[in-house]
């Protein structure tokens, strides 16, 4: 089979973000790899979404509606609908170069990848910034050095169908973090390739921004720990790794709780925490 023939499905969740969104589904129609199918979830928008994913009138495109439930149900609603024999994934705010799915395709295939994502540039108010050390991507089995932060980015995935079919699907009860406790799961059972050009661009500090929006994130990697606890396939050192992350993350959220007064809530997770310690 040749690389062309190959049919990639693109997943675009979107809400509320018709101003922008073209941006991205455009740098998805300009793909030099054309073979592809580009599924938008409108995550029960407000704004004229549908409208204006109708307007571009293109035979790839597919649009499903779904009420508001979260970037997890959505992304989920998408690829359930997906026929590709590959999985891309693409945030309505960022946009791919356009040999991205073509030079990511290749690699996948030559090295036997199931997943793989792509280095990116970000931008950030306008400016371009450059990350940090500890935001450098891995490669290979990852599960250990992804449990301090997410190291993988939605937009940059490129993820075989027997893979998602293994690991899927998002957790819809994480309403942040979604990511962190997908890629965990995976990089316990496949390697993560990484296309070392920088075929992304990467948009934050607009005010619509989940991660803007939501306080106390740690909340929702403690859960997505607590989660993989239960698992009977962690190695000793994965177990070991994962409750001194839990231990970490849980200090610093239950400080900032009790920091701003909500006893309450420290007392539930730091429940919560001891119960994942015991398993």
Known sequence: MSLSSLLISVIIPTYNRAHILHRAVQSVLSQTHSHLELIIVDDGSEDVTPEAVTALQDPRIRLVHQDHQGVAAARNAGILQARGEYIALLDSDDVWEPHKLELQLTFTLQGGWHITQTEEIWIRHQQRVNPGLRHIKPSGWIF???????????????????????????????????????????????????????????YAGHADQLSGKIIGMDLYRIMSLNKLLTRSDLSAEQRHMTRMHLQIKGKRYIQGCLKRGKEEEAMRVQSMITRGLEK
């Open 144 to 202: 250990v050095p992804s449990l301090a932060m997410c190291l993988v980015s939605p937009s940059c995935v490129l993820m075989s169908r027997r893979c998602w079919d293994e690991i899927g699907p998002f957790d819809p009860r994480l309403l942040a973090c979604e990511d962190y406790d997908l890629w965990l799961r995976c990089s316990l059972r496949y390697p993560v390739g990484l296309v070392p050009q920088h075929l992304v661009t990467r």
